[in-house]
């Protein structure tokens, strides 16, 4: 059984910083990755990272956000600089295993002004 635990969130003042994580077990995984939901707003792509390392930022994160994997751990991490109200979302842990997506529970980042 697949399981995707994401930890990390919580509440920061703009240009502070937040690191989640992202634990996933009971399969082998590909492409891991971070999206985000906004109150109102449809679920969005923050960051991906394959099994090889490359990576694939939306631009409103990009030079900000960091994603990083542990294979060892299965874990992925999202380094989070430079925190903008605007960046207020639930983000969502992202696993893809024999060409089926994965998905956290979420974790909720808000960003005060």
């Known amino acids: 059984q697949v399981q995707l635990v994401e930890s990390g969130g919580g509440l920061v003042q703009a240009g502070g910083s937040l690191r989640l994580s992202c634990a996933a077990s009971?399969?082998?995984?590909?492409?891991l990755g971070w999206y985000r939901q906004a109150p109102g707003k449809q679920r969005e792509l923050v960051a991906t990272i394959n099994n090889s390392g490359i990576t694939n930022y939306a631009a409103a994160v990009k030079g900000r956000f960091t994603i990083s994997r542990d294979n060892a751990k299965n874990t992925v991490y999202l380094q989070m600089n430079s925190l903008k109200p605007e960046d207020t979302a639930v983000y969502y842990c992202n696993a893809w295993s024999w060409d089926t997506p994965y998905w956290g529970q979420g974790t909720q980042v808000t960003v005060s002004s």
């Open positions: 009971g399969s082998a995984f590909g492409n």
